[in-house]
T-cell receptor, first 110, second 114 residues
Framework: QKEVEQNSGPLSVPEGAIASLNCTYS??????FFWYRQYSGKSPELIMF????GDKEDGRFTAQLNKASQYVSLLIRDSQPSDSATYLC??????????FGTGTSLTVIP | ETGVTQSPTHLIKTRGQQVTLRCSSQ?????VSWYQQALGQGPQFIFQ???????GRGNFPPRFSGLQFPNYSSELNVNALELDDSALYLC?????????????FGPGTRLLVL
C-alpha cells in the first residue's frame, strides 16, 4: 500500500469553476499535510499546509483535512488557466519523513 | 524564486560512476532535505540534514549519502550509479522555527545516467 495516493488525472475544469483535488494517506501517525504545485519542468512550490482537522483557506485555495478518514483535499475556486499544473499531496510522518503522492494533473480550459 | 539554489542544473554520467550534487539553503534555514523525482512520479524522500546531522532517511541504499556544512549548504553523493538513478534531484530547505511545516524547493538537478 502506498503511503500517499492521488488520482493521477488528468482533471479538466473550465475557467472560473472549482477544481477539487483529493489525496488519501495510509499512516494514522502522519502529522502534517502539504499541497504543492509543480509546473512542467519546474520544481514544486508550496501552496498550503494543514495539520488540524477541518478547513484552511488562503485566497482561492482551501485545504481540507479529515484525519478519521485519512483524507486531504484541495479546492481551487475561480480556476484560472495559470492554475494548470500537477498538484502534489505530501504527508509528513514522525521521524521527519515526507511522502509525496504521484500528483494530479490539472488543466483549466479557457 | 525561493532562495534555494542547486548545482549543476544538468548532468550526464555513465553507469558505475559517482556524482556529487550541491544545494545552498535559503537564508535563515538550517534544515535541508533531498528528494529524487523520476519522470511522472512524485518526489521520493532520500534524507534530511539538520545542523550537520542526518535527521531522517527514506528507503534508499547506502550508496546515497550526504553532508551538511556549517553554513547549512548540503551535498548529495551517489556512488556506483545505476540507470534507474536518472531523475530530477531536488533539495528543499526549511527553518527550525517553522519546524518541518514549510519547505522550499530549489530548481533541481537533472541527472541522466547512460
Amino acid at each position: 500500500q502506498k503511503e500517499v495516493e492521488q488520482n493521477s488525472g488528468p482533471l479538466s475544469v473550465p475557467e472560473g469553476a472549482i477544481a477539487s483535488l483529493n489525496c488519501t494517506y495510509s499512516d494514522r501517525g502522519s502529522q502534517s499535510f502539504f499541497w504543492y504545485r509543480q509546473y512542467s519542468g519546474k520544481s514544486p512550490e508550496l501552496i498550503m499546509f494543514i495539520y488540524s482537522n477541518g478547513d484552511k483557506e488562503d485566497g482561492r485555495f482551501t485545504a481540507q483535512l479529515n484525519k478519521a478518514s485519512q483524507y486531504v483535499s484541495l479546492l481551487i475556486r475561480d480556476s484560472q488557466p495559470s492554475d494548470s499544473a500537477t498538484y502534489l499531496c505530501a504527508v509528513k510522518k514522525s521521524g521527519n519523513q515526507f511522502y509525496f503522492g504521484t500528483g494530479t494533473s490539472l488543466t483549466v480550459i479557457p | 524564486e525561493t532562495g534555494v539554489t542547486q548545482s549543476p542544473t544538468h548532468l550526464i554520467k555513465t553507469r558505475g560512476q559517482q556524482v556529487t550534487l550541491r544545494c545552498s539553503s535559503q537564508s535563515g534555514h538550517n534544515t535541508v532535505s533531498w528528494y529524487q523525482q523520476a519522470l511522472g512520479q512524485g518526489p521520493q524522500f532520500i534524507f534530511q540534514y539538520y545542523r550537520e546531522e542526518e535527521n531522517g532517511r527514506g528507503n534508499f541504499p547506502p550508496r546515497f549519502s550526504g553532508l551538511q556544512f556549517p553554513n547549512y549548504s548540503s551535498e548529495l553523493n551517489v556512488n556506483a550509479l545505476e540507470l534507474d538513478d536518472s531523475a530530477l534531484y531536488l533539495c528543499a530547505s526549511s527553518s527550525a522555527r517553522d519546524f518541518q511545516e514549510t519547505q522550499y524547493f530549489g530548481p533541481g538537478t537533472r541527472l541522466l545516467v547512460l
